[in-house]
């Protein structure tokens, strides 16, 4: 599985952004994806997954309720729709793809990574 990220790029502090991933290959319903962050100089960090096993999805604390992770398997797609970004929330967004359906919020249980798309939100 090849995963592209794409959709980052500068936004003001309240504003919106929709990340895509688009995966390659086949039997993209089997697998589970992840979002990961990294911001300049932290390590990287777990945002949200959706998993394929049951549509079982889960945030992070920082994001929650700010942050939605969505799929479409017709189109080979994860999307990640953030709402009031804040400054914090500046890093490099990337993709993540599993055929594990548990501890998700884990980056080792994912095999398939994306190249990361940079996300800035200052004013």
């Known amino acids: 599985v090849q995963l592209q990220a794409s959709g980052g790029g500068l936004v003001q502090p309240g504003g919106s952004l929709r990340l895509s991933c688009v995966a390659s290959?086949?039997?993209?319903?089997?697998?589970?994806l992840g979002w990961f962050r990294q911001g300049l100089g932290k390590e990287r960090e777990f945002v949200a997954y959706?998993?394929?096993?049951?549509?079982?999805?889960e945030y992070s604390d920082s994001v929650k309720g700010r942050f939605t992770i969505s799929r479409d398997d017709f189109k080979n797609t994860v999307y990640l729709q953030m709402d009031n970004l804040k400054p914090e929330d500046t890093a490099v967004y990337s993709c993540a793809a599993t055929q594990f359906r548990l501890g998700l919020r884990s980056q080792n249980r994912y095999d398939f990574w994306g190249q990361g798309t940079l996300v800035t939100v200052s004013s």
């Open positions: 290959g086949r039997s993209f319903s089997a697998y589970s």
């Open positions: 959706f998993s394929w096993s049951g549509g079982d999805k």
